[in-house]
Each structure stands twice: as structure tokens, then as C-alpha cells.
């Protein structure tokens, strides 16, 4: 079992940047996938970003792509989305997910955390 528990969500103005984070937990934590998807009203949930187990590899969304970047640092089990240059269709709730599988489907993910907001808006 792996549980997952995100923060760093919040209110940011058009242009702006946010990082959140989230730090994983269980007994297998440190031997999986990792990626972020958003969700927003009346939307799918819809992939962002990926890192693999090691963090050497990393694939995006590509209406992220250039603006957001993954990492993830093994020694503390933590997993990053910093957001650059958002925009208001970046308002979301953010999950973090972590599965056996290095990819961009839901169901490459077994484990979910709650969701942190995050609101780009003037």
C-alpha cells in the first residue's frame, strides 16, 4: 500500500508560478511510478506529468509541456509539480498518483491522494 498526501495548492494570478508537493508513504513508496493529473469542473481527469521510479525520466502533457516540470527526491519520498507561467485553463484540483506503470493512463495508477485546488485567476 502506498498513501499519498499532496498540499502546495492555492490562488495565483495569470503568469504567476506554484510548486506542489506530495509526499508518499507505505512500505513500496520508494519503488514506483509517479505522476500528477488535474481535474476540472465537469472535466475528465485528464494526465499532467510522470517520473519514473529512479527520476531520470520524465514525460509531460503537451499543454504543459515547457511550463511544468516534474521531480521527485527518493530520500524524502516527495514528488514535485512546479507550475511556471499558468494560466486560468490550469485551474484544477492537482492528484498526485503512483503505480507499477510509467504512464500517461489512470489506469497505469493504483494509488491516489486527495487533490489539492490550485486557481489561476486575476
Known amino acids: 500500500q502506498v498513501q499519498l498526501s499532496e498540499s502546495g495548492g492555492g490562488l495565483v494570478q495569470p503568469g504567476g508560478s506554484l510548486r506542489v508537493s506530495c509526499v508518499a508513504s507505505g512500505r513500496t513508496s520508494s519503488g514506483v511510478n509517479m505522476g500528477w493529473f488535474r481535474q476540472a469542473p465537469g472535466k475528465e481527469r485528464d494526465f499532467v506529468a510522470a517520473v519514473s521510479r529512479s527520476g531520470s525520466s520524465t514525460r509531460y502533457a503537451d499543454s504543459v509541456k515547457g511550463r511544468f516540470a516534474i521531480s521527485r527526491d527518493t530520500a524524502k519520498n516527495t514528488v514535485y509539480l512546479q507550475m511556471n507561467s499558468l494560466k486560468p485553463e490550469d485551474t484544477a484540483v492537482y492528484y498526485c498518483?503512483?503505480?507499477?506503470?510509467?504512464?500517461?493512463?489512470?489506469?497505469?495508477?493504483?494509488?491516489w491522494g486527495q487533490g489539492t485546488q490550485v486557481t489561476v485567476s486575476s
Open positions: 498518483a503512483a503505480g507499477a506503470i510509467y504512464g500517461r493512463q489512470r489506469d497505469d495508477y493504483a494509488y
